[in-house]
């Protein structure tokens, strides 16, 4: 069974502070790789992706993926409180009609 | 511009009632899909639509009957609908179905079934 896994939280930073937030995989197929944030009652919203190896930055967000150890990760640096939703890491495998698989999301909580 | 728009925003309907979520995008984008979300939980696939084709339903009750009238709409027609069918249904589009091409949201339609 595919699935991706993301710690609930919260996750609490202060403001100024990076927040680090952290997603595996299981399925070795898994080709791209998103990142959704979704503020409470709201649609989630891209703020980014990745398809390679590294680093992906912009702006204040970092994208980093790990193939090797099946490991994703979003940095997001000088946190504000309007940063503060649940972020949720989405894959898919490489094939024709491929699908989003979600991870169960991390609520991020950015104290002033 | 990654814009999808939805309507209604809120619904109210009764189990015996028939109604319609509709989607629409404007990107040239040539797959869509719905969306079902619960409170606290991840977004659920119920369906795919590429190239104005239903490529993929996964075992979503009939109640439930997705049309994709052109390449920008997409509706979800509602009947006999239960009271756990309550949700906000996502509609999602992308430039296609594979592997590299990103998933934009719309707002979404919150649904109530009373």
């Known amino acids: 069974q595919k699935e991706v896994e993301q710690n609930s939280g919260p996750l609490s930073v202060p403001e100024g502070a990076i927040a680090s937030l952290n997603c595996t995989y299981s399925d070795r197929g898994s080709q791209s790789f998103f990142w959704y944030r979704q503020y409470s009652g709201k649609s989630p919203e891209l703020i980014m992706f990745i398809y390679s190896n590294g680093d992906k930055e912009d702006g204040r967000f970092t994208a980093q993926l790990n193939k090797a150890s099946q490991y994703v990760s979003l940095l997001i640096r000088d946190s504000q409180p309007s940063d503060s939703a649940t972020y949720l890491c989405?894959?898919?495998?490489?094939?024709?009609?491929?699908?989003?698989?979600f991870g169960k999301g991390t609520m991020l909580l950015v104290s002033p | 511009d990654t814009e999808v728009t939805q309507t209604p925003k809120h619904l109210v309907m009764g189990m015996t009632n028939k109604k319609s979520l509709k989607c629409e995008q404007h990107?040239?984008?040539?797959?869509m899909y719905w969306y079902k979300q619960k409170a606290k939980k991840p977004p659920e696939l119920m369906f795919v639509y590429s190239y104005e084709k239903l490529s993929i339903n996964e075992s979503v009750p009939s109640r439930f009957s997705p049309e994709c009238p052109n390449s920008s709409l997409l509706n979800l027609h509602l009947h006999a609908l239960q009271p756990e069918d309550s949700a906000l249904y996502l509609c999602?589009?992308?430039?296609?179905?594979?592997?590299?091409?990103?998933?934009?949201f719309g707002p979404g339609t919150r649904l109530t079934v009373t």
């Open positions: 990107m040239g984008h040539r797959a």
């Open positions: 989405a894959v898919k495998r490489n094939s024709g009609y491929s699908t989003l698989t």
């Open positions: 999602a589009s992308s430039q296609g179905s594979g592997s590299s091409y990103e998933q934009y």
